[in-house]
């Protein structure tokens, strides 16, 4: 049977890579338990903005939002129950410094801002990200990790939740049967018309 981090490590490398290195040593680190953190209530007053965020990359249209998959607590389990205490370190100054750019740029905590500026907010972070990633020089200590990293958790706690998985995604738990010999007129095209 195929687990949740084989299938994500897996899916990533059909991806291109998608995930980060971070992202993928936290799933694959996922099953120790040794040297984390023994309070678990680290982030408890983030978990607003970590829902706020992830419903803002995937809100709710025709189909439910990360806030409908409880995204924000999804991603407060991973940094409290999967890293260790220097990546909930380096994870707690970047949401630092996210909450330090954004007053800068924005003029107010991001939990203040409209639902169109923490879309515009999050739209310079994205093209900030990807301009990082293609060797482009971007302001340094902007929060682009904290972003980075909240955009990973958003797509990986969606989408292997039960709502992403079945309301979402095409969900078959049980594919049709195998034919291997049925009449081409039965089929009609091989391909799209």
Same mark, same amino acid.
């Given at each position: 049977?195929?687990?949740?981090?084989?299938?994500?490590? %897996?899916?990533?490398?059909?991806?291109?890579g998608?995930?980060?290195?971070?992202?993928l040593?936290?799933?694959?680190?996922?099953?120790?338990?040794?040297?984390l953190?023994?309070?678990?209530?680290?982030?408890?007053d983030?978990?607003?903005?970590f829902?706020?965020?992830? #419903?803002?990359?995937?809100?709710?249209?025709?189909?439910?939002?990360?806030?409908?998959?409880?995204?924000?607590n999804?991603?407060?389990?991973?940094? #409290?129950?999967?890293?260790?205490?220097?990546?909930?370190?380096?994870?707690?100054?970047?949401?630092?410094?996210?909450?330090?750019r954004?007053?800068?740029?924005?003029g107010?905590d991001?939990?203040?801002?409209?639902?169109?500026?923490q879309? %515009?907010?999050?739209t310079?972070?994205n093209?900030?990200?990807?301009?990082?990633?293609?060797? %482009?020089?971007?302001? %340094?200590? #902007?929060?682009?990790?904290?972003?980075?990293?909240?955009?990973?958790?958003?797509?990986?706690?969606?989408?292997?939740?039960?709502?992403?998985?079945t309301?979402?995604?095409?969900?078959?738990?049980?594919?049709?049967?195998?034919?291997?010999?049925?009449?081409?007129k039965?089929?009609?095209?091989?391909?799209?018309?």
């Amino acid at each position: 049977m195929l687990n949740r981090r084989v299938f994500l490590k %897996q899916m990533s490398m059909l991806l291109g890579g998608a995930l980060s290195a971070p992202a993928l040593l936290a799933l694959e680190n996922s099953h120790q338990l040794t040297g984390l953190v023994n309070d678990k209530t680290l982030f408890n007053d983030d978990i607003p903005l970590f829902t706020r965020i992830a #419903n803002t990359i995937i809100p709710a249209t025709d189909t439910p939002g990360a806030a409908d998959a409880k995204v924000g607590n999804f991603v407060h389990d991973m940094v #409290n129950q999967v890293f260790n205490q220097q990546q909930q370190l380096d994870f707690a100054n970047h949401l630092q410094l996210f909450r330090q750019r954004t007053k800068i740029q924005m003029g107010q905590d991001f939990m203040n801002l409209s639902a169109a500026q923490q879309q %515009q907010w999050l739209t310079e972070l994205n093209q900030d990200m990807v301009h990082r990633r293609w060797g %482009q020089p971007v302001e %340094q200590d #902007n929060g682009l990790d904290f972003f980075q990293t909240m955009k990973e958790f958003t797509i990986i706690g969606f989408f292997t939740s039960e709502i992403g998985a079945t309301k979402v995604l095409k969900y078959d738990p049980i594919p049709g049967s195998y034919k291997g010999s049925v009449p081409y007129k039965e089929i009609g095209r091989a391909w799209a018309e």
